[in-house]
């Protein structure tokens, strides 16, 4: 069975905190999934909402002072209670404050996973990395062992996206090559993919890693049969049928284009 | 003549308080249905914009403390000029947090109309109703009876929506069968009908439950549309087609298809 | 060679501050264009992103003390560093809280242009005009003398955006005449106009009026021809063929469409 078909019979209850550019679409596309998103961000609930989620996302987009506390207290409450967080960078090397929050909340905040682009991730290692704002600039590096530095750093799943993407933990490595460049074209569509991991996550057992590995195969081979649906009309059709994707793609049909290779 | 002509014909201004997730999606429901929206919530004004409006319409989707005094100087002010003001008390009983900030924005605020599902106007009556974070859950109470009780208890309209519809006030109850499932699967279908039943409320002249009753309605007719037009394609396409029923739905199609029933 | 080619070309990174409702529509519409959002409101990293940015774009649409600090921090930061600075007064006139923050906004920041709606940019010039909520009422005023007078005041670009477009710079002036109404049934069309305008503004040079008109005219092409695409459709599908509009109009079509007139 699926980790995809597991998400869509549990419905996990994912506990997001995001920002106001893709809040909307993250909750879309968590539904979409077949996942329950629950937003909310005030210090007086985040500690109940992290301990009943299966899942706690924490994404720095616009961040501000009470945003970061939220995170804090959310990203501890799930720690006391064995929910697993996903930590998404947003932006880490492109502001001080971007890379001193994160260095913060990785810091204080037991991870279960961190997702980011490679500026964002080797940001976290310490390691240089040219960047456009929040997208990832080019760099030198070699996003494998970025990711594997950063596993081990943060005794957590790393995750690098970018044209191919590395899935890190420490142990084993996986290389996914799905997905489909018209991806960086919608905003929050690296925040969505945060937020999938948690679902996959919250359904994954013993195999972290694999799990997150199907997931984020399963959102590539989203995107691309969304782009080819869609191609040549531009990016406001794919973000529509890409949500259609995420929830009408069928395990079989994923199964079929899914193409995760084990690096080690 | 219908109150949707009446929506279309007169654009009422509808005040909305609401959150990070669902603004947009609320904003352009409201347009599209031919009302006029005015997001605002700083302190400085939403006293003045609340008594320019025409309805008020409160949402704790995603709360704090900032939001709430914002809500109960807008509340306040639409009650001292005779503006109705919708509640929805996103999550009640999902968190403690919730539920104590819906009874307080109800004991200090006169609604026009409270609308919920089944396990947030539960909530707000004191029953037991299970949840599953902002969605509801399984429940065994008779909806009818909790709306009707929730209507008595607060002097307003009382709205619980799920399968059926049901719209209390008091006196008469109206059972609405028209929407469809997919709903679920949008964030902020809720949020948006809230929305939209306060601009019923801005034209409804003295038959207020009739009005609420047909806005509902018509939503509910527009969603049935909207999935039969894109019937297999998914949440993304259903979401864009909704937009377009709610503006292109003439109340002579709409009244063909509603289903209201009166209760008592 | 085209603004719009150079906005392709260099990717400019657009610095906004705004708000809940259009935050992600205009990051989408950014990317689409082929510019580079980036959205940051907090007082930790504003200075250093309008410092990095192309274009800095302040839209006070929901608007609170928090964020006004913001805006003047990042404003004075561009203004320092020689980055454009253009600001959208979303309903100023519509409360006295609007007017005042736009006043010292105004005041406090030296502008590269102004972009609203008449009611929104007669009241930066004390001149008289109705306006219903944030949406532009009927006035009496000529535009054209009330956007060239704006642009005498503060010393920038005002650019008045309705039927017609008027660009004024205090030497010259341009009305665009492109564009359809059903642009004011999509929440955020003008805020994403004024991001759309900043990207013009980033890769303009010396004929900065000039390029500004060009990215008007282009916004209004592009809606023109999601209009026909999606002709009867209604509001949902015109939003998704705008954004494709913006990605894949090209500009020997756009130059085909585009009117845009002298006017002294």
Same mark, same amino acid.
């Given at each position: 069975?699926?980790?995809?078909?597991?998400?869509?019979?549990?419905?996990?209850?994912?506990?997001?905190?995001?920002?106001?550019?893709?809040?909307?679409?993250?909750?879309?596309?968590?539904?979409?999934?077949?996942?329950?998103?629950?937003?909310?961000?005030?210090?007086?609930?985040?500690?109940?909402?992290?301990?009943?989620?299966?899942?706690?996302?924490?994404?720095?987009?616009?961040?501000?002072?009470?945003?970061?506390?939220?995170?804090?207290?959310?990203?501890?409450?799930?720690?006391?209670?064995?929910?697993?967080?996903?930590?998404?960078?947003?932006?880490?090397?492109?502001?001080?404050?971007?890379?001193?929050?994160?260095?913060?909340?990785?810091?204080?905040?037991?991870? /279960?996973? #961190?997702?980011?682009?490679?500026?964002?991730? +080797?940001?976290? =290692?310490?390691?240089?990395? &040219?960047?456009? @704002? %929040?997208?990832?600039?080019?760099?030198?590096?070699?996003?494998?062992?970025?990711?594997?530095?950063?596993?081990?750093?943060?005794?957590?799943?790393?995750?690098?996206?970018?044209?191919?993407?590395?899935?890190?933990?420490?142990?084993?490595?996986?290389?996914?090559?799905?997905?489909?460049?018209?991806?960086?074209?919608?905003?929050?569509?690296?925040?969505?993919?945060?937020?999938?991991?948690? /679902?996959? #996550?919250?359904?994954?057992?013993?195999?972290? +890693?694999?799990? =997150?590995?199907?997931?984020? &195969?399963?959102? @590539? %081979?989203?995107?691309?049969?969304?782009?080819?649906?869609?191609?040549?009309?531009?990016?406001?059709?794919?973000?529509?049928?890409?949500?259609?994707?995420?929830?009408?793609?069928?395990?079989?049909?994923?199964?079929?284009?899914?193409?995760?290779?084990?690096?080690?």
């Amino acid at each position: 069975m699926t980790y995809l078909s597991k998400v869509r019979e549990q419905n996990p209850l994912i506990h997001n905190i995001t920002n106001i550019v893709v809040a909307n679409f993250s909750a879309n596309g968590l539904l979409a999934l077949g996942a329950s998103p629950f937003m909310a961000d005030s210090h007086e609930e985040v500690e109940d909402v992290a301990q009943m989620a299966a899942a706690v996302v924490l994404n720095i987009g616009t961040l501000n002072e009470y945003a970061i506390q939220s995170m804090l207290l959310a990203g501890k409450s799930a720690n006391r209670h064995g929910v697993p967080v996903v930590l998404d960078p947003v932006g880490a090397g492109a502001t001080a404050f971007r890379t001193e929050v994160t260095a913060r909340l990785t810091r204080e905040i037991k991870l /279960a996973a #961190l997702r980011g682009n490679a500026a964002e991730v +080797a940001n976290v =290692v310490g390691r240089a990395w &040219s960047s456009k @704002g %929040v997208d990832a600039g080019e760099g030198e590096g070699d996003v494998v062992s970025i990711a594997e530095e950063a596993a081990t750093k943060l005794g957590s799943i790393a995750i690098i996206t970018g044209k191919d993407d590395v899935i890190a933990d420490g142990n084993s490595t996986y290389i996914v090559s799905n997905g489909h460049p018209i991806l960086t074209k919608v905003t929050g569509t690296g925040c969505l993919l945060s937020a999938v991991v948690g /679902a996959f #996550l919250a359904v994954a057992g013993e195999a972290k +890693a694999e799990a =997150v590995a199907e997931g984020i &195969s399963f959102y @590539g %081979v989203a995107a691309e049969l969304a782009y080819e649906l869609t191609e040549g009309k531009g990016p406001g059709s794919f973000q529509t049928e890409f949500l259609n994707q995420l929830a009408v793609l069928t395990p079989e049909r994923f199964l079929e284009r899914s193409r995760i290779a084990r690096h080690r």
